[in-house]
């Protein structure tokens, strides 16, 4: 995928995460970069389309798929974090963060999948998490939706490869954005990881592990469950 001459699609492009792919998608040549956002008003970044498109609501997804028919580069970035624990948590809020993460997601990259074919492939990255390889039972409900969302991903990799499309998924951890401002964590720059997300997808990677703490979990993976929550393992 080259992104010099693209034409890209980001979600929540408005701010975050989201606003960052925008400046970096301008910077590296897009010819086009529309910026996605339920209140298309928000968009305050220049040289952008400003485009409506709320995840949860179809009517909004189909009317941007067909208002933006010369996409090559989807960027499914928008999410949402309750804060829903395992055994607190309200459901209003599992399902809000499943609506969003996971159907929202499929909803935008079924919507899309015919204007990429028919523009040649291109592709779609899906902005997931080291959450979705580690549960934390007090954000429970973004980290079960993040799980979700690596699994549609990967199912959508296999089908979209047969019209062409890329698809890459991003892992990362804590970032300085509004999602996590209450959390006095370390957190990455996230100009940096959409810079290293891009550098990644141009590359043709089928996931990019953007930070220590995702590669540390990932190693975690394969070394047992054991190896990602030692206080529970036995001896
Ligand atoms: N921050 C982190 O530490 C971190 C770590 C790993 C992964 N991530 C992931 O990174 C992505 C971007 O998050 P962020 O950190 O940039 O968070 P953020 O600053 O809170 O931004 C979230 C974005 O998603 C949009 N959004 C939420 N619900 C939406 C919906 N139903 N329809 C359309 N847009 C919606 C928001 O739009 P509004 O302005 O309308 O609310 C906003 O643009 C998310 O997928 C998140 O899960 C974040």
């Known amino acids: 995928m080259t992104l010099n001459g693209s034409v890209a699609l980001v979600t929540g492009g408005n701010r975050g995460l989201g606003d960052k792919f925008v400046q970096a998608l301008l910077e590296a040549g897009a010819s086009k970069v529309y910026a996605a956002a ?3 008003r928000t968009i305050t970044a220049e040289g952008v389309v400003p485009i409506a498109l709320d995840l949860t609501d179809h009517a909004s997804v189909l009317a941007a798929a067909e208002q933006a028919q010369d996409v090559t580069l989807l960027i ?9 624990g395992i055994l607190d948590g309200d459901f209003a809020a599992f399902r809000l963060e499943y609506d969003t993460h996971v159907l929202g997601t499929l909803d935008v990259t079924r919507s899309f999948a015919p204007v990429l074919a028919r523009n ?5 990255l899906n902005v997931l998490s080291v959450l979705s390889w580690l549960s934390l039972p007090q954000s429970a409900a973004y980290c079960a939706a993040k799980a979700a969302e690596w699994s549609i991903t990967n199912s959508l990799r296999v089908q979209l490869a047969d019209q062409g499309t890329h698809v890459t998924a991003l892992h990362v951890g804590y970032m300085d954005t509004d999602m996590i401002a209450s959390l006095d964590v370390p957190k990455a720059d996230p100009a940096e990881i959409a810079r290293i997300a891009l550098e990644g997808l141009e590359k043709g990677l089928l996931e990019v592990v953007a930070d220590d703490v995702s590669k540390n979990v990932q190693a975690g993976l394969s070394a047992g469950v054991e190896a990602l929550h030692p206080r529970l393992a036995r001896g």
């Open 76 to 84: 499914n970035n928008a999410g949402s974090s309750t804060g829903a």
């Open 120 to 124: 040649g492939g291109g592709a779609v």
């Open 38 to 40: 339920r209140d298309p």
